[in-house]
């Protein structure tokens, strides 16, 4: 039902944009967030955005740099990544959770569907 999309090999300072495209349901009141997971560590909170309304939340890591942003009438949420660093090297998945209050959008748990992940690689 999520599939993200966007994915690859960007230098230092580049930029991406990674799609996630919902279907099968409708998402209203849904939270739809990006997280990414690298080789050994936890998976972490980069972004989410609700779907009805627009509200949008980032982590520290990543404020100032990436973007997230929907498109109800494609039923696809973006990720606009800029100023790609090497430490942004992950897989990214995108998730959807109804009803998640802001303050608990960083918690996966709280995330009831999952894509299948697109992998994003920061390299000279």
């Known amino acids: 039902q999520l599939q993200a999309s966007g994915g690859g090999l960007v230098q230092p300072g580049g930029s991406l944009r990674l799609s996630c495209a919902a279907s099968g349901r409708t998402f209203n009141g849904y939270v739809m967030g990006w997280f990414r997971q690298a080789p050994g560590k936890e998976r972490e909170f980069v972004a989410a955005?609700?779907?009805?309304?627009?509200?949008?939340t980032y982590s520290n890591a990543v404020k100032g740099r990436f973007t997230i942003s929907k498109d109800t009438a494609k039923n696809t949420v973006y990720l606009q990544m800029n100023s790609l660093k090497l430490e942004d090297t992950a897989g990214y998945y995108c998730a959807a959770g109804r009803s998640i209050i802001t303050s608990e959008m960083p918690n996966p748990t709280n995330y009831d569907y999952w894509g299948q992940g697109t992998q994003v690689t920061v390299s000279s």
């Open positions: 955005i609700k779907w009805s309304g627009g509200s949008s």
